[in-house]
């Protein structure tokens, strides 16, 4: 126990210092449900009017461990051929606190159901704090950390684009632009490039699937992830066609960590899931995170994408 809480320190003290390192993307197990705070292509949804929200507490019993809060709403507007949406992501971890509040507009083109394209834009800002004042060190006035109260407010904006066809789906994206070119500091939120691709199958009867494999970059940085998605349904008669029942999911990723995700749909429209996250990493194997997450979804009657037999839907993603 001496030995993690070593281990804990050293990490607070590293993002308590000065210019050592950037803020990194929030990393949520269940981004595989809904990719806009990353690629904000993906809101174009002709299917529904949706609402996202996941919440993650990282590595359980370590103070300061970091939280994150997770918002994403939706709209696709038909007559326009538009989405628009709003997204809101506040993350703290140890004497740090960032939020990211940001408007997202995404235009789709394509072909009914054989395919379609679409291109997304969000801008915002972003804004990162740090309380050193309640940092309570070992040594007094240790000259290596920052004691005072900082905070910096920054313009951000993302893009991305993401190609839907009947059973693949590819996209990439680029976020924090204005990080570009910009040296590593404590307040700058860094650019990061996601590029993924997956295969869906919603023909079967009793079930839907998808496989899929990411890649994030940033700067020299890069972590691969794969995910596998079963969703299960239940037939309900000739009438309303099969109902989503609840989904299993499992995501491993190359800097060793593995989440087990399920999800229950408690009405058509409604959906709750839990993911737990582990890592491998030497020194926080035995502290898992715990994410939870509820998804709504308000069907649209004029949506081009939609089969017209339950909630079977061509454009599941």
């Given at each position: ?279 491998f990493i030497t020194g926080y194997n035995r502290n898992g995170t715990h994410e ?26």
């Amino acid at each position: 126990m001496l030995v993690k809480s070593r281990t804990i320190l050293m990490f607070i003290l590293l993002v308590s210092v000065k210019g050592v390192m950037a803020q990194s993307d929030i990393s949520m197990a269940t981004h595989w449900y809904n990719r806009a705070n990353y690629n904000p292509a993906f809101i174009a949804r002709t299917e529904y009017l949706y609402a996202f929200v996941n919440a993650r507490q990282q590595w359980s019993g370590v103070e300061g461990a970091p939280k994150v809060l997770n918002v994403q709403l939706s709209g696709y507007v038909h007559d326009l051929h538009s989405a628009f949406g709003l997204s809101f992501v506040a993350d703290r971890i140890g004497l740090t606190q960032a939020t990211n509040p940001i408007l997202t507009y995404a235009y789709r083109m394509g072909h009914k159901k054989k395919w379609s394209l679409s291109m997304g834009l969000s801008a915002g800002m972003f804004t990162h704090s740090i309380d050193g004042s309640r940092f309570d060190a070992d040594i007094i006035n240790d000259p290596s950390l920052l004691y005072n109260q900082e905070r910096v407010i920054s313009p951000d904006a993302s893009a991305g684009i993401e190609f839907l066809s009947e059973h693949f789906v590819f996209g990439f994206s680029s976020t924090h632009l204005f990080s570009i070119g910009k040296p590593d500091n404590l307040f700058l939120n860094t650019n990061h490039r996601y590029g993924y691709c997956i295969y869906k199958n919603n023909k079967l009867k009793l079930l839907f699937y998808k496989v899929g494999l990411q890649v994030v970059n940033r700067k020299n940085f890069i972590v691969a992830e794969g995910n596998v998605f079963i969703r299960f349904k239940h037939p309900t008669g000739l009438m309303k066609g099969p109902r989503e029942i609840f989904d299993l999911g499992l995501t491993y990723r190359s800097s060793r960590q593995m989440a087990c995700m399920v999800g229950i749909m408690l009405t058509p429209d409604l959906r709750i899931g839990y993911a737990y996250d582990q890592s491998f990493i030497t020194g926080y194997n035995r502290n898992g995170t715990h994410e939870i997450m509820i998804e709504y979804r308000i069907f649209s009657p004029a949506a081009s994408t939609r089969i017209r037999c339950g909630n079977e839907l061509f454009g599941v993603r």
